[in-house]
């Protein structure tokens, strides 16, 4: 455990201030000196340069045995923070996922509770991310840890429709959520929001792609879109309603997004309950207002 997540909640916030900083205060050094660099060598050598450490330097990162690529910044946070952003996702996992059991992960992002359900639970897994870069960081992943044979990862949306569409992306940043598809609207308050790209991509019911390609019939779903979330719950019509799945994850925000109260009555009204033990609740996100994640099983 880094000393980071050993230290207490009120001490982490008090410090959080000066650490923030120094980071910045540490960028802005980075970024003068490369600017240097830069103005001495030309941009052409300058970029040969940076190219020839980017090849010859590790930037992969280890945690709990799984490798991740740590080359740029979010996706370097996302798996250092593995096992302590969504403790609550972790337990779920733990829990109710077996060896040999299918999971879906909608909107995996770069993948890090595919790898996480691959490696550590040996399931099967099926995920799905549409914003390409997140989606080559998510490849490099697999390819660093062997998935390719055990994880089926496809470069498109979900959706109640099957469509094409833009994918609205917030911030070409590798790593970046909070994107929309087919929609301006996205996170925990649905803001509106000015696209930095707009994407074309194909969109898909889960009920459609998994008739039409012979996918995997999924025992447990994780829904992590941005607020499009009850809309890809709708093209799960016929999966909802078989038994072979045993548990659904999903991302909500009940108290700003209205549809999403409506989400957790359908699922109760289909056989699954919801988990209130503390270890399934994401306290800290619930104190901040954020989205977090309702688990929901059929016993």
């Known amino acids: 455990m880094s000393l980071r997540h050993a230290l207490p909640a009120p001490l982490k916030t008090m410090l959080r201030p000066f650490y923030r900083g120094f980071m910045r205060g540490l960028r802005l050094l980075v970024d003068g000196v490369l600017w240097v660099l830069s103005a001495l060598l030309g941009p052409s050598r300058f970029l040969t340069v940076r190219h020839y450490l980017t090849a010859n330097l590790d930037s992969t990162v280890t945690v709990a045995g799984i490798r991740f690529d740590g080359a740029e910044e979010i996706p370097f946070f996302r798996a250092t923070s593995l096992l ?4 609550d996702t972790i337990a779920w996992l733990d829990e109710y996922v077996r060896e040999g059991e299918v999971f879906y992960d909608i909107g995996a992002n770069i993948g890090v509770y595919t790898l996480y359900a691959a490696l550590k639970r040996r399931a099967q897994v099926v995920a799905f991310e549409p914003m390409a870069e997140n989606f080559a960081i998510f490849c490099r992943n697999l390819y660093l840890n062997g998935l390719s044979g055990s994880v089926v990862p496809l470069n498109i949306a979900l959706h109640d429709k099957t469509t094409l569409a833009n994918l609205s992306i917030s ?8 994107h929309g598809f087919d929609t301006n609207v996205a996170g925990s308050d649905l803001a509106t929001f000015t696209p930095q790209f707009r994407q074309p991509i194909l969109g898909f019911r889960v009920d459609d792609i998994m008739r039409q390609f012979d996918l995997w019939f999924p025992n447990h779903i994780k829904i992590d879109v941005d607020g499009n979330d009850p809309l890809v ?7 909802l309603k078989d038994p072979r799945l045993r548990s659904v994850a999903i991302e909500l925000n009940v108290g700003v997004r209205p549809k999403d109260a409506e989400v957790i009555q359908r ?25 977090h994640n309702h688990f929901l099983i059929r016993d």
């Open 171 to 178: 911030a070409m940043t590798p790593g970046k959520a909070t």
């Open 267 to 291: 699922l109760t009204g289909l056989g699954f309950r919801e988990l209130t033990d503390p270890r399934y609740i994401n306290h800290e996100y619930i104190r901040s207002g954020q989205s």
């Open 233 to 239: 719950l709708d093209g799960c019509g016929d999966i």
């Open 84 to 87: 302590t952003k969504e403790p």
